[in-house]
């Protein structure tokens, strides 16, 4: 049913005041979307973002109105991507956490006949309900089959429908019979828009740290072909200056009439390695506690010594200084 003129105006309107409001979008395909799931879904963005849908003649002319009254504006880059069955989800928050909310809402649908199927269908192993009156059904479709307690049951999983596939009536009719509704359909994001750039959604998978970790990447790999190249770049410059140190303490070890002061550490280890053993040693605190009474001194072990050794005792009990004859 075509829109009325008040209907077109108020339309023409908010999609103008969109464009002006919003700097980002998500191009979204609404196909196998029914009314009450749209509504569903705009009720959990409430806040966050606004879903907008029209027909593309529509579209078009607003955004070739906004595009006359600001020439420049970045949305001119989206004049192309207004084709098919599309709609638009406009926000200004985290790109990341609305593309999850676009995707959290996704209902299950039945396969039906002539759809192209958008994922591996597979019919597992085991006990349908079905009555065995019904084999030559599963025989058709080349299902294994054995008749168990007055039920066929599936005796391997099969896989019935190949993804980017066709339905055909059987399969569909197998899969009411089984109660199995394979797909799910919502909201399916087709590109990015942000300031001007369209990318697609994988790109918001791209977080900080894949970031930081390519480009370590590529400055090592800018670094490793400056040095071969033997051309300095501000990469390269650090691990030169360290080579061409590594290079003069080589050539300084060596002589011993000549040295530098950043060198003399290198020639010291390399005359004496032990004076720089250090022992490790472990210090154990003991917990400060209020008001304890200072600790006793431990009485030091009495050495004991041997009578024999060392010259016997004097006539005090103490060792003998000169051990001589008695």
């Known amino acids: 049913m075509p829109l009325s003129k008040a209907k077109k105006a108020e339309y023409y309107e908010r999609l103008t005041n969109l464009f002006g409001t919003y700097s980002k979008m998500f191009i979204v395909n609404v196909d196998n979307v029914g009314s009450q799931q749209m509504n569903a879904t705009r009720k959990s963005m409430r806040g966050v973002a606004e879903i907008v849908m029209g027909k593309n003649t529509l579209i078009k002319k607003v955004l070739a109105d906004f595009l006359e009254a600001n020439p420049g504006n970045y949305y001119g880059s989206l004049s192309e991507h207004v084709k098919k069955n599309i709609g638009f989800v406009f926000t200004n928050g985290d790109l990341a956490k609305v593309r999850d909310l676009i995707l959290a809402n996704k209902v299950p649908a039945p396969a039906r006949v002539g759809a192209f199927s958008p994922v591996d269908v ?43 596939d066709k339905v ?3 399969e569909a009719a197998l899969l009411q019979k089984l109660n199995i ?9 087709g590109k990015v828009f942000d300031q001007g750039a369209i990318f697609d959604v994988d790109v918001l998978d791209i977080d900080e740290s894949i970031l930081a970790k390519n480009f370590q990447f590529a400055v090592s790999q800018l670094a490793a072909l400056s040095l071969e190249l033997g051309y300095p770049t501000q990469v390269s410059l650090s691990h030169s200056i360290g080579n061409a140190f590594k290079a003069l303490v080589a050539v300084t070890v060596n002589l011993e009439n000549y040295s530098f002061p950043k060198a003399e550490p290198f020639k010291a280890f390399l005359a004496d390695p032990s004076a720089f053993a250090v022992a490790e040693t472990t210090t154990v605190v003991a917990p400060v506690v209020a008001d304890a009474p200072a600790p006793v001194a431990a009485k030091k072990e009495e050495e004991v010594v041997d009578a024999l ?5 004097n006539m005090f009990g103490g060792p003998s ?6």
């Open 309 to 313: 050794d060392g010259g016997g005792l």
């Open 122 to 164: 597979t019919i597992p192993a085991g006990p349908t309900g079905i009555d065995p009156g019904q084999t030559s059904f599963f025989q058709v479709l080349q299902i294994p089959t054995k008749i168990v307690k007055g039920s066929i049951e599936i005796t391997s999983a099969v896989n019935l429908i190949k993804k980017g």
């Open 321 to 326: 200084e000169g051990g001589g004859d008695y």
């Open 168 to 170: 055909g009536g059987s």
């Open 181 to 189: 509704r394979p797909f799910s359909y919502g909201l399916q994001i």
